[in-house]
C-alpha cells in the first residue's frame, strides 16, 4: 500500500480506508470511493480503527466501528478488511487482527502528510469554540444517526 498523494486525494478525517466503488443507497458516491493518499478512505478508517483501539479487536468490530464512522455497507468493509489482511498492514492474530509495523507505516506517513493541511484549517480557532463546535456536531450527528437508524429500521 504506497502512501504516495494522489492527484484527487481527499485528506481524511481523523479516521480513514476500498477500491471498492460505488453508491450509497441514496444514490451518492459511497464513502469508499474517496481516495486519500492512494488508500482509499474506507482502508484508512479500518487500519486507525485497528491502531488506536485499546484491545485487539475482531474483524466484526472493525466493521462495527467503520460502518459507525462512514456508514459504508458492512459487505464492502469487509472486502477492505480482506485487502488490508493480503496487502499486510492488517494480520490475523486468532480471532483478532492486529496492526502491523507497515501498517503503522503507512498511518505515520498519512498522518505526516496531512498535517500541515489540518493545522492550517484549525488554526486561530479558539479553543472555546472548537469545544462548543465539537459538543454540537457530536449532538447533530447522534440525531442524524437516530433518524438514518429509524428509516432502515
Known sequence: MSIAPAT????????SP???RGRTSHGGPSQSSRTCYSSSCQQQTALRAALTADAPQTPDHLVAQVHASLKAAP??????LDELLA???LV???PH???TDAGRAVMAAVTAQTAPVSARVWAGIPADDLAAAGRVLTLVRRRADAELAALTG
Open 8 to 15: 484527487h486525494a481527499t485528506p481524511a478525517p481523523s479516521n
Open 18 to 20: 476500498s477500491p471498492h
Open 75 to 80: 459487505a464492502d468493509i469487509r472486502a477492505t
Open 87 to 89: 496487502e499486510q498492514p
Open 92 to 94: 490475523e492474530e486468532g
Open 97 to 99: 487482527l492486529r496492526p
